[in-house]
Structure formats: structure tokens, C-alpha cells
């Protein structure tokens, strides 16, 4: 063991230490209770944390089938979001790398999404879309389409809520993305200029890789977002119609506050965390496989 | 922009930050949670003069209903609550006792010698005492009644094309089938919505087909407490009522709210709408809703019986008792019949008969007659400790069967078994 | 701010030309989308409430809707509320997070159990935390209080804002750091001084992405404040009730939300397009 590494070792704690001790103090009492919620008898009708009863509860949310249905709901609105966010993301954040001209107003422009609450969101658009009195769809009628029924009909439902999601949190992923783009170095592209790259191989191979690592930590911080906000299904929709609207986080939220099993809301919030865990590591796991060694180094170290 | 003038502008903030902690409560303030409605702005504009009276400050914070009850449970399940008066849904009459958060009324009624007598029963019984005891006072009511264009009625166009379907004289209908058989007609010959629906799940409309299962002599529970229903008069009523959505209703019925209804019917653009008894003041208002002002009237449930709604006030039990005394005295106070007259004369909704005969009050409001049939002939939603979560199981399945997901003997079958489940579990 | 943008010209990835144009052409039509909705909840937030609904571009007129939210919803003072609360937890967590983040990037500390286990403390729906951390607050008097709330939104940062820098200083060359530690700067001074100026960009990103979290969030809010401390979110949230959504407030209280952010965005985008001069330094 060489004096460097206890060195390195050394320093490193000290520059970690101070946050993650504000991190323990505050969140870890709320984690490990929550855990112990998890595994006791406490509801609202019986508000003691014993006798503990185990894995009770974990089975009694994975015996109810409204569990299943939120559980791939939410695979698949996660899924549509965040590809949409990361997909738009990029464009609009390459097209921002490429002008200088009226990049204050665009920036400008693309961050009031961002600055909305998403109770406030919901209401705005429930106004835009509501289906007899709106101007969505008095704007389709103008142009000859039929009125749509936005947020109920179960077809549709899904998809307006993703696409409103979308269209709130893509600037955040622009804003991350414009920022790691800025920040990556000249000398490879002027290299490769003088290689002859087309701008599809200097994409491809130089700012894709370069990218990589700002780009992995938007997509899973949109992935863990998307996985557990539920103001938009609650401002939306409750879930409807029917049940086509119904995520995971929403489901716990039931279970604790209108079912006042706060111990089964958070087994359900723990088997969704163990869902984004798991999609989170095999993410990374993905990356590094598909990224190989030495695109790894190039991310890791870009320019270094 | 250097780091540092960030970081001085950090401790300055941090100072702000630290002294922006507010001061201890006078011991003689009463806090309430409250909802941002008239009712609530009606007795806040009241307030001075109970202050001058006795000496108590009372002071409201204002919330959305559904972020109500997140906080208040947050609140009671702790050692003390910042609240030490509640504004109690009835919806959570049951829930509150259950948990042990309600202090039991009767010693503080026998000692001041309240007169429970001119309160309403069907309020007493809903948002006033249950099998154990008195744990509320009715504070107000919403029961439900229907909302009706008068113009439509007496437009002779119509009348002769409804003669002509056979149906006789166009009037307010009588029972459920002739109003949805009315709704259907508004819809295909008006050109408007026939029926403006609060289909959203969950609270919307469970609240709304509670009125079409009370209309057809349906019941979620019988005299026993047993469940009723999955009963022939139920799926009647939900035949009716998912007939209505797909052939009366305004498009978008699956994912309206109350706002939605109340904007389309004040717009002119809907004949009736099954709704609180008191938007009716709301939409006859020329300055609000042009459209339609003095061209609406309100009639009690088609079939005879709406559902049931109100407030109650209640005291938590996690106080002292120098202020459950001080919230008593509000109490008392707010809901005596010189108080509820003044604050009916503004548009309070009473839940004590003598307010709704006082003569002040019918002169300037006589629709007020009829408003007392529908408080009194409503019944309520099963009130326990889980009515809300049983909102949206009912909820999901009449969504469910009004989007043609499932039939609606399959969304009857399960949502009489939701019910029993959750009362077993209350027990 | 003409000066770096200027700067940004010659370089290998700004090509002009036909390119260009079509950026510029995309770039519209993406703000066209993002801002034809705020635009109509512009235009409600001046219209008289009865008519908010109306198809008419302009309706009406009136300030009704912000001067009744300002006076009778005390609107200022939640307002104010949020800006604390908000600028608090960034200026509480930015430092804390950028040191993580270093350790992380550089030292490898804690290894990939810690880093993740860090980020997993976020993974949990907020619904599971509210509780327990209202139980604690309450115990610690820092219920109904901006310094509680500061507190909770510091702690709620803190994971993403470390993996975000976490990400920037993976970019950030090395050899600069080592440079000036041979030359006898400590790795604490070579943070501040090197480190941490190169890293501006990531750090402006974050710092505005830490407020809007803040800005944004409602359940905590919601639990831990009252009736002076409440902010935004909750305020506006209020003003739907069973007497029907107060929309012209909504969308006036929306408007004045968004204008502090788009005051910041030209900040932040000064740091962004500072983040060239980056390559120039090495």
C-alpha cells in the first residue's frame, strides 16, 4: 500500500466528509424510519410502529393487482419520457452549441417550463385542454380537426400526460446538456477537421463519447424523477380514467394517505426504489459494456 | 463575479433565514386549517367581532382540499398539532374518531348548555355524532341537488319535439330514467351538453353517482351495515349512469372536475348539472355568468334523494385543556343561530333549520326553501374510517365502466367487494 | 457577454453557414412549442376571471388577478418565502456538493457503493419520507420555519447537485490540478483556485438546477410550513377548491414565478458560454 493512495485516501474523505455527513443527519433518521414503517404494524387506525410483522406488507402489495399495473405503467411512462426528454434534449442543446446569435432568448425561453411547479403546470394545462371550453381544441376545430379528449379518454390519457411531462422537464436535460457541451474541448474537432470528418463522424464519434458522462448523470437523474412524481397524475387525472393513468408513486401515495396503511405506502416506496436501483445500475452497467475501455478514458478523462 | 461575493451573499441569507423564524403562538390563538371557499372567507370577515367578544384570536390557514388531509394527518399523528381547532370533511368524520384525534363534544355541550335541537339530522347524523359519541359540530352543508336551465324548458321548439317523442309536457323530470331519457334529449336537440358530468375519478364521481344510486332507491349499506350495493337498483343506476355520460354528457365527462362542470354551465353550454346546492347562487350571478343568470333553478335529486355533504368542526384531542375550552367557545359561537343567520344573509349554506325559516334569510335568498329539502332528504356516502380510499376504489370502477373498460355488472360486483373489504379492515 | 460569444466563432464545432440557419430554424420552432402555452397563461393572467375560458385572444383586461393575489392571498410573503428558501439550500448545498463531487471524480472516494448509495437516498418517493422527517423537524422545532424547510431542500439537493458536478469535474483535465499542487498548492487550494473556476459552467448549471428543485417542490413544503411560511407551490396549489379553480390567480402567480428564473437564465448562460474559454486555459 503505497503512501500516495492512504494520501489520496485521506484528502478524498476530507473533501466527502462535510456533505455526507449534512446528507446522514438530515435524510438518515427520515430513511431509516421510513424503513422500519416498512416492515411494522403502524397504520393510521394503529399508530405504533410493533409489533413488526416482516415481509407482511411487501406481500400484501405484491398480492394486489392494482401493484402490477402501476409497476409496468410506470416502466413504460418512464421510458416515454425520458426518451423524449434525453432525444429533444440533444437536439436543441447541439443546435444551441452551433449559434451564437439570440442564444440569450432561447435560453431564456427554454428555461419558463422549468420555473413552474407542477401543480401549477397541471392546472394551466388542464385549462389549455379542457375539452369544451379550451383553446386547444378550439384551435383544432378552426383548422377542420376533430376536438380531442385529452385527459379522458383512456387511449389518450397516457400520452398527454407524457408529452406535457416532456415539455416541462426537456429544458432541464437542454440545460444540463448545453453545459456539458461548453465545456468540452476544441482540440479534438479542429483534429479532426483537418482529418475531413463529416459533422455525422465528429458527432458520433468525438461529442457523443466526450459527452458521455454529463450525458449519463441527466438521464438518470430524469429517470429517477420521472419514476417518482406523481403532481402530474394527481393534478391530472387521479389515475383515470379507469386506470390508465395510475404510476407506482401515485399508488403508494394511496396507500399511505387515503388507505392510512402508512406502513404498506412505504413497502410499496421501497420496492420502488429497489426498481429505480436496479434500472439504475444495470444503466451504468450497459454503458460501460457498450462504451468499452477505451471510450471510458475518454469520457472519464476527456482531454486529461 | 467572483466566489466570494457568492458566499457573502450566503451568510447573509443564512441570517435572514434564521431570523425569519416566526415567534411562539399566544396561548388564546386558535389555529385552523382551512379551505379556501366563501364559507371560510364568510367567518374569517367575522372574526374581529369574536375577538372583541372574547378576547380570542383565531386565525385560518387556507389549503386545497386535497392537500388538507396530507397535512392534518402529518399534524395529528404527532405529539401536539400546530392546529388546535379542525375543520372536519365529512368524508373524514369517520377516519378522525377512529384514529383517536377527536375530542368527545357531550361534557363540553352539557356544561354550556348548547342547544343541539334546530341542527339539521341528516347533518347531525353525517358530520355530528356516530355510534360512540359526539365528536363534531356541523359547520356547513354541500348535499347535492340538480341544477336545471329554465330557458331550455320553455323553449317551444323543443317542448313540441319532446311532445312529439311521445313524452308529454317538457318539465323538471321526476325520476332518474326521465332524467338521463331528458339529458339524452337536451343533448341530440338543444345543442348542449345534456347533463355537464364530474366524471373524474375519485372523488368526482363517486359524489356524483352516490345521487344517481340514492335516486333509484339503491344503498351502499343496509339498516344493518351490510353491503348493499350490488343490488338490481344498483346496476339500474349505473346503467343510467354510464348511458348518461356516453349519450347526455359533455365530451371530456372522464376527466372533469366540479371547475369544469361549473364553467361549462355558466357558459350556457349544458342543461343541468347533479352538483352542490349552493353553486346555484354561483352560475345565477349575471355579473359571473351572463349566459345564464336568472335562467337556472335548483330542484332536489330526480328520484327524491341526493347526497349528503358537509363540514364539521371539531377540536383535537392533542391540546390543553384551556384551548379545547377557548375552541368550544368558538365553536358555540360560530355555529349559534345569530352568527348562522348573519353568515347565511352572505351565503352560507346552514345546517340548522332555524336559519333556513328565518325570514330575513328566504327574502333574500327564497331558493333557500328548496335547499332545505335537499339537505334534508339527502343521504350520505358510507361514512368510516376509509371513505376516502373507498372513493377511489368506487371511483376506478365506475371509470372503469362509464369508459367501456368493463361492463358495469363486473364494476358493481367489485366495487360492493372493495366495500366489504374495507369495512372488515376498519374492524 | 458579446465578448466570449464573439470568441466562440472561430472554433472547429460552430461552423457557419447553411448550418447554421438551421439551427436557428429549429432552435424557433423548440421555443415556439416550449413558450405558446406560458404565452396564453400570460395573457389569462390579465384577463377578468369569468372570461378566462373565452376563445378571444384578449377578452378584457384587468390586474384583478395579481392584485388580488398580492393583497388578499399574501402573495409577496410566499413569494419571498420560496426566493429564501430556494437561494438558501443552493448556497447550503452547492459547496458541500461540489467537494463530494470532486471526491468522487477524482479520489474515487467511497468507491461506487458510496456514490450510488448517495444518489439512492433520492430514490425513494417523497410520499415515505414526509412523515418521518415532519417527526424529526417537529422535534427539533423546525416545523413551520424557512430555516427547516432550507435545511430539508439543502439535504434534497445535495445527491443530484453531487452527481452533476461529479460529472462536470470527470471533464475537468487533471494535469491542471497537478500543475499547481507541484508547485506547492495543497489539493484544497488547487480546488478553489483551479478546480472550481474551470468548472463554472457545471457549477452555475447545477446551482440553477438546485433552485428550481427547490422552487418547484410542494409535498415537503406543503407539511413543513404554515400559514406564514408556506411558498409558491403551495399557495398557488390552494387556489384550487371545491368552489372551483381560481385560473386567472393561477396563471398571474405562474408569471411572477417565472420571471426570476428567466432573469437567472442569462446569468447562467454567461457561465455557459464562459465554460469555452475552458480549452484556452489548458
Known amino acids: 500500500m503505497s503512501p500516495v493512495w492512504t494520501r489520496e485516501w485521506r484528502i478524498g474523505w476530507g473533501f466527502a466528509l462535510p456533505g455526507l455527513t449534512l446528507l446522514l443527519i438530515v435524510m438518515g433518521f427520515p430513511l431509516v424510519y421510513s424503513a422500519i414503517m416498512a416492515v411494522s404494524s403502524l397504520t393510521l387506525m394503529h399508530p405504533s410502529l410493533s409489533p413488526l410483522v416482516g415481509g407482511d406488507n411487501f406481500a400484501t402489495i405484491l398480492a394486489s393487482p392494482g401493484f402490477w399495473h402501476a409497476l409496468w405503467l410506470t416502466f413504460g411512462y418512464s421510458l416515454v419520457t425520458v426518451t423524449g426528454e434525453f432525444v429533444i434534449g440533444l437536439g436543441v442543446a447541439l443546435m444551441l452549441d452551433r449559434v451564437t446569435a439570440l442564444k440569450p432568448v432561447y435560453f431564456a425561453i427554454l428555461t419558463i417550463p422549468m420555473a413552474m411547479s407542477p401543480v401549477s403546470v397541471g392546472l394551466i394545462w388542464r385549462m389549455l385542454l379542457q375539452p369544451n371550453l379550451g383553446i386547444a381544441n378550439h384551435l383544432l376545430e378552426r383548422a377542420g380537426l376533430p376536438r380531442l379528449d385529452w385527459l379522458g379518454s383512456s387511449d389518450l390519457a397516457f400520452w398527454t400526460m407524457a408529452g406535457i411531462d416532456i415539455w416541462q422537464q426537456v429544458s432541464f436535460v437542454v440545460l444540463i446538456l448545453a453545459a456539458g457541451l461548453a465545456a468540452l474541448p476544441r482540440e479534438p474537432y479542429e483534429a479532426a477537421e483537418v482529418d475531413g470528418a463529416t459533422a455525422v463522424q465528429q458527432f458520433w464519434f468525438l461529442t457523443l463519447p466526450m459527452l458521455r458522462p454529463v450525458a449519463a448523470i441527466a438521464i438518470i437523474i430524469q429517470l429517477i424523477n420521472e419514476f417518482r412524481t406523481y403532481d402530474l397524475t394527481y393534478v391530472l387525472t387521479k389515475g383515470g380514467p379507469g386506470t390508465s393513468t395510475e404510476v407506482l408513486s401515485f399508488f403508494a401515495y394511496r396507500r399511505a394517505f387515503l388507505g392510512l396503511s402508512l406502513n404498506e405506502g412505504a413497502a410499496a416506496s421501497f420496492m420502488l426504489l429497489a426498481v429505480v436501483l436496479a434500472m439504475t445500475l444495470a444503466f451504468f452497467a450497459t454503458l460501460e459494456r457498450r462504451a468499452g475501455p477505451s471510450a471510458r478514458a475518454a469520457a472519464g478523462g476527456a482531454g486529461g | 463575479m467572483g466566489l466570494r461575493s457568492i458566499l457573502c451573499a450566503g451568510v447573509g441569507l443564512a441570517a435572514m433565514v434564521a431570523l425569519g423564524t416566526p415567534a411562539l403562538a399566544d396561548p388564546v390563538t386558535l389555529r385552523a386549517l382551512m379551505e379556501d371557499v366563501p364559507e371560510t372567507q364568510i367567518i374569517e370577515a367575522m372574526l374581529p367581532e369574536f375577538q372583541k367578544e372574547t378576547g380570542i384570536t383565531v386565525e385560518f390557514e387556507k389549503l386545497a382540499y386535497g392537500d388538507m388531509h396530507d397535512k392534518l394527518v402529518t399534524q395529528l399523528t404527532s405529539a401536539s398539532s400546530a392546529y388546535n381547532l379542525l375543520e372536519v370533511d365529512f368524508l373524514w368524520a369517520g377516519e378522525f374518531p377512529a384514529a383517536g384525534w377527536l375530542a368527545e363534544l357531550t361534557p363540553f355541550v352539557e356544561k354550556s348548555k348548547f342547544d343541539l335541537?334546530?341542527?339539521?339530522?341528516?347533518?347531525?347524523?353525517?358530520?355530528?355524532?356516530?355510534?360512540?359519541?359526539?365528536?363534531?359540530?356541523?359547520?356547513?352543508?354541500?348535499?347535492?341537488?340538480?341544477?336545471?336551465?329554465?330557458?331550455?324548458?320553455?323553449?317551444?321548439?323543443?317542448?313540441?319535439?319532446?311532445?312529439?317523442?311521445?313524452?308529454?309536457?317538457?318539465?323538471?323530470?321526476?325520476?332518474?330514467?326521465?332524467?338521463?331519457?331528458?339529458?339524452?334529449?337536451?343533448?341530440?336537440?338543444?345543442?348542449?351538453?345534456?347533463?355537464?358530468?364530474?366524471?373524474?375519478?375519485?372523488?368526482?364521481?363517486?359524489?356524483?353517482?352516490?345521487?344517481?344510486?340514492?335516486?333509484?332507491?339503491?344503498?351502499?349499506?343496509?339498516?344493518?351495515?351490510?353491503?348493499?350495493?350490488?343490488?338490481?337498483?344498483?346496476?339500474?343506476?349505473?346503467?343510467?349512469?354510464?348511458?348518461?355520460?356516453?349519450?347526455?354528457?359533455?365530451?371530456?365527462?372522464?376527466?372533469?372536475?366540479?371547475?369544469?362542470?361549473?364553467?361549462?354551465?355558466?357558459?350556457?353550454?349544458?342543461?343541468?348539472?347533479?352538483?352542490?346546492?349552493?353553486?346555484?347562487?354561483?352560475?345565477?350571478?349575471?355579473?359571473?355568468?351572463?349566459?345564464?343568470?336568472?335562467?337556472?333553478?335548483?330542484?332536489?335529486?330526480?328520484?327524491?334523494?341526493?347526497?349528503?355533504?358537509?363540514?364539521?368542526?371539531?377540536?383535537?384531542?392533542?391540546?390543553?385543556?384551556?384551548?379545547?375550552?377557548?375552541?368550544?367557545?368558538?365553536?358555540?359561537?360560530?355555529?349559534?343561530?345569530?352568527?348562522?343567520?348573519?353568515?347565511?344573509?352572505?351565503?352560507?349554506?346552514?345546517?340548522?333549520?332555524?336559519?333556513?325559516?328565518?325570514?330575513?334569510?328566504?327574502?333574500?335568498?327564497?331558493?333557500?326553501?328548496?335547499?332545505?329539502?335537499?339537505?334534508?332528504?339527502?343521504?350520505?356516502?358510507?361514512?368510516?374510517?376509509?371513505?376516502?380510499?373507498?372513493?377511489?376504489?368506487?371511483?376506478?370502477?365506475?371509470?372503469?365502466?362509464?369508459?367501456?373498460?368493463?361492463?358495469?355488472?363486473?364494476?358493481?360486483?367489485?366495487?360492493?367487494?372493495?366495500?366489504?373489504?374495507?369495512?372488515?379492515?376498519?374492524? | 457577454m458579446s465578448a466570449p460569444a464573439a470568441m466562440r466563432d472561430p472554433d472547429g464545432r460552430g461552423r457557419a453557414g447553411p448550418r447554421r440557419l438551421g439551427s436557428h430554424i429549429g432552435l424557433v420552432l423548440a421555443c415556439a412549442l416550449i413558450l405558446l402555452p406560458p404565452l396564453w397563461v400570460l395573457r389569462t393572467s390579465f384577463v377578468p376571471e369569468p372570461q378566462t375560458y373565452s376563445s378571444d385572444l384578449m377578452p378584457g383586461a384587468t390586474l384583478d388577478n395579481y392584485v388580488g393575489l398580492l393583497t388578499r392571498n399574501k402573495f409577496a410573503s410566499f413569494y419571498l418565502n420560496s426566493v429564501i428558501v430556494a437561494l438558501g439550500s443552493v448556497v447550503l448545498a452547492l459547496p458541500f456538493a461540489a467537494m463530494t463531487g470532486y471526491a468522487f471524480a477524482r479520489f474515487r472516494t467511497g468507491g461506487r457503493l458510496t456514490r450510488f448509495a448517495v444518489l439512492a437516498t433520492q430514490m425513494l418517493p417523497p410520499v415515505a419520507l414526509v412523515l418521518p422527517t415532519f417527526a424529526i423537524f417537529r422535534a427539533f422545532g423546525l416545523t413551520d420555519s424557512r430555516l427547516g424547510l432550507t435545511l430539508a431542500y439543502a439535504a434534497l439537493n445535495l445527491p443530484f447537485l453531487t452527481w452533476i458536478l461529479m460529472g462536470f469535474f470527470e471533464g475537468v483535465p487533471v494535469d491542471l490540478e497537478w500543475a499547481a499542487m507541484t508547485d506547492g498548492t495543497t489539493a484544497w487550494g488547487a480546488f478553489w483556485r483551479i478546480v472550481v473556476p474551470v468548472s463554472l459552467p457545471g457549477l452555475a448549471a447545477a446551482g440553477v438546477l438546485g433552485f428550481i428543485l427547490a422552487w418547484n417542490e410542494f409535498l415537503f413544503a406543503l407539511v413543513l410550513t404554515g400559514p406564514v411560511t408556506q411558498t409558491i407551490p403551495v399557495a398557488l396549489a390552494s387556489l384550487q377548491s371545491s368552489n372551483g379553480v381560481q385560473i386567472g390567480k393561477v396563471s398571474a402567480g405562474v408569471v411572477l414565478a417565472v420571471v426570476p428564473l428567466v432573469i437567472a437564465s442569462r446569468f447562467i448562460q454567461r457561465f455557459i458560454v464562459q465554460g469555452l474559454t475552458f480549452g484556452g486555459v489548458k
Open chain 2, 117 to 427: 335541537s334546530p341542527f339539521i339530522p341528516s347533518m347531525m347524523d353525517l358530520v355530528g355524532r356516530n355510534k360512540t359519541g359526539l365528536y363534531m359540530i356541523p359547520m356547513y352543508n354541500y348535499s347535492m341537488g340538480m341544477i336545471y336551465r329554465t330557458d331550455l324548458l320553455k323553449d317551444a321548439k323543443l317542448a313540441a319535439a319532446w311532445k312529439a317523442a311521445g313524452k308529454g309536457a317538457l318539465e323538471p323530470p321526476k325520476s332518474l330514467a326521465d332524467y338521463v331519457t331528458l339529458s339524452k334529449f337536451m343533448k341530440a336537440n338543444a345543442g348542449v351538453a345534456g347533463a355537464a358530468m364530474q366524471g373524474q375519478r375519485g372523488d368526482p364521481n363517486s359524489m356524483e353517482f352516490s345521487n344517481y344510486l340514492f335516486s333509484s332507491g339503491g344503498a351502499y349499506l343496509d339498516k344493518d351495515g351490510k353491503v348493499a350495493l350490488d343490488s338490481p337498483q344498483g346496476k339500474t343506476a349505473l346503467d343510467l349512469y354510464v348511458d348518461n355520460v356516453k349519450n347526455g354528457a359533455q365530451q371530456g365527462a372522464l376527466s372533469a372536475t366540479l371547475d369544469d362542470t361549473l364553467r361549462l354551465m355558466c357558459d350556457g353550454k349544458a342543461f343541468s348539472m347533479i352538483t352542490y346546492w349552493w353553486m346555484l347562487p354561483q352560475v345565477d350571478d349575471a355579473k359571473k355568468c351572463p349566459a345564464v343568470a336568472g335562467k337556472v333553478a335548483l330542484g332536489v335529486m330526480p328520484g327524491g334523494h341526493g347526497e349528503s355533504g358537509g363540514w364539521g368542526w371539531g377540536i383535537p384531542k392533542n391540546t390543553d385543556a384551556a384551548t379545547q375550552q377557548a375552541a368550544w367557545t368558538f365553536i358555540q359561537w360560530v355555529q349559534s343561530k345569530k352568527v348562522a343567520v348573519a353568515r347565511a344573509m352572505q351565503g352560507h349554506a346552514p345546517v340548522r333549520s332555524d336559519v333556513y325559516s328565518d325570514k330575513d334569510v328566504l327574502a333574500k335568498y327564497p331558493d333557500y326553501a328548496t335547499a332545505e329539502q335537499v339537505v334534508a332528504s339527502g343521504e350520505a356516502f358510507p361514512v368510516f374510517p376509509y371513505s376516502a380510499q373507498y372513493e377511489d376504489v368506487l371511483g376506478t370502477q365506475l371509470s372503469l365502466a362509464a369508459g367501456g373498460q368493463t361492463d358495469s355488472a363486473a364494476a358493481l360486483k367489485a366495487a360492493a367487494s372493495g366495500l366489504s373489504d374495507l369495512l372488515k379492515k376498519a374492524k
